[in-house]
Structures are given as structure tokens and as C-alpha cells.
């Protein structure tokens, strides 16, 4: 069945960095968009970043452009979230899912196969 296992969330201070990896098997990962979303405490989940199948085209949420940047390798079957110059806004429960068919986008309703979620927290 399909899986999507998220790891590498951690307690860093502002401004360090973290990678995120999202580790799938069960279906052919290299024939699927991937997107990152995050959920904080009493808030709804939020898009972060998706990548396209071949990682030739990725999109980003306005608050985490230019800090944040999605990637993956079809060989590992692993996509990745690098998390630069965190704020203690970025803390949540960060999410791994696999996009519907073609979908690329950031509506979560076009998502349908998600990980268990991985927290990171920033302290300031």
C-alpha cells in the first residue's frame, strides 16, 4: 500500500536550518507530484511547497519563499524540505502527501495519500 513517512523534524532555535525527508514506497514515486503542508496548533494544514514528478517545476507558499526549498530524488524515492532562517511562525506539524493524478497545486483536497507528520519547533 502506499506509504509516506516523514522524518527529521527537531526542536532548532530561529534562524538555523533543517531538512525534512519523506520517504514513499508502494507505488511508482517517480510518476507523482509531491507537496509539503504544515499544520500549527489551532490552525488549519497549510500548503508549503510541491514539486512536480520530474522536479522540473515547484511552487511555494508566499510566507516561506526563498527560505524554504522542495526537492526530491525518483532514485531513493525520497522528496525533501529544506528549512533555512526558521521563525517560530514555521513551528507545526510538517506533512508529506502525494498529489491526485496529475494534480500540481496547493489545495489539499487534490492530495489524497499524506504521511503521519513530523514536528518541528522553533524556539526565538
Known amino acids: 500500500q502506499v506509504q509516506l513517512v516523514e522524518s527529521g523534524g527537531g526542536l532548532v532555535q530561529a534562524g538555523d536550518s533543517l531538512t525534512l525527508s519523506c520517504a514513499a514506497s508502494?507505488?511508482?514515486?517517480?510518476?507523482?507530484?509531491v507537496g509539503w503542508f504544515r499544520q500549527a496548533p489551532g490552525k488549519e494544514r497549510e500548503f508549503v511547497a510541491a514539486?512536480?514528478?520530474?522536479?522540473?517545476?515547484?511552487i511555494y507558499a508566499d510566507s516561506v519563499k526563498g527560505r524554504f526549498t522542495i526537492s526530491r530524488d525518483n532514485a531513493e524515492n525520497t522528496a525533501y524540505l529544506q528549512m533555512s532562517a526558521l521563525k517560530s511562525e514555521d513551528t507545526a506539524v510538517y506533512y508529506c502527501?502525494?498529489?491526485?493524478?496529475?494534480?500540481?497545486?496547493?489545495?489539499?483536497?487534490?492530495?489524497?495519500?499524506w504521511g503521519q507528520g513530523t514536528q518541528v519547533t522553533v524556539s526565538s
Open positions: 502527501a502525494r498529489a491526485a493524478g496529475l494534480w500540481f497545486g496547493t489545495s489539499e483536497t487534490n492530495y489524497g495519500d
Open positions: 514539486v512536480t514528478w520530474n522536479a522540473r517545476n515547484s
Open positions: 508502494g507505488f511508482t514515486f517517480s510518476s507523482y507530484n
